[in-house]
């Protein structure tokens, strides 16, 4: 079982820069592929990052590709994304996830990930 909290949200100007944090609890952490997904009201849960369990290889969204960089640290079982330039378009509920399954490409779907943290809030202000 992984238990997954996150940390860094909350109101910003646009163009200003967050960094979100997930804090996971189990020892089996290090060993999944972990993705930041957001969601806002009426919407579906939409893809934001992932990156393969050992860091070597991150994969992002069209929307934030090129502002946005996906890490982790297994040694403190923290995942991290850090978000640039931020638009009005970027506020959502951040929510990191970590895929249960080994041996498999990283998901892009939020059905492909087992374990979800509450979420964290990011409103950025025009």
């Known amino acids: 079982q992984v238990q997954l909290v996150e940390s860094g949200g909350g109101l910003v100007q646009a163009g200003a820069s967050l960094r979100l944090s997930c804090a996971a609890s189990?020892?089996?952490?290090?060993?999944?592929?972990m993705g930041w997904f957001r969601q806002t009201p009426g919407k579906e849960r939409e893809f934001v990052a992932a990156?393969?369990?050992?860091?070597?290889?991150?994969y992002y969204a069209d929307s934030v590709k090129g502002r946005s960089t996906i890490s982790r640290d297994n040694r403190k079982n923290t995942g991290y994304l850090q978000m640039n330039s931020l638009i009005p378009e970027d506020a959502a509920v951040y929510f990191c996830?970590?895929?249960?399954?080994?041996?498999?490409?990283?998901?892009?779907?939020?059905?492909?990930?087992?374990?979800w943290g509450q979420g964290t809030q990011v409103t950025v202000s025009s």
């Open positions: 189990g020892r089996t952490f290090s060993r999944y592929a």
């Open positions: 996830a970590a895929d249960g399954r080994l041996g498999v490409p990283v998901g892009r779907q939020p059905s492909e990930y087992d374990y």
């Open positions: 990156i393969t369990w050992n860091g070597g290889s991150t």
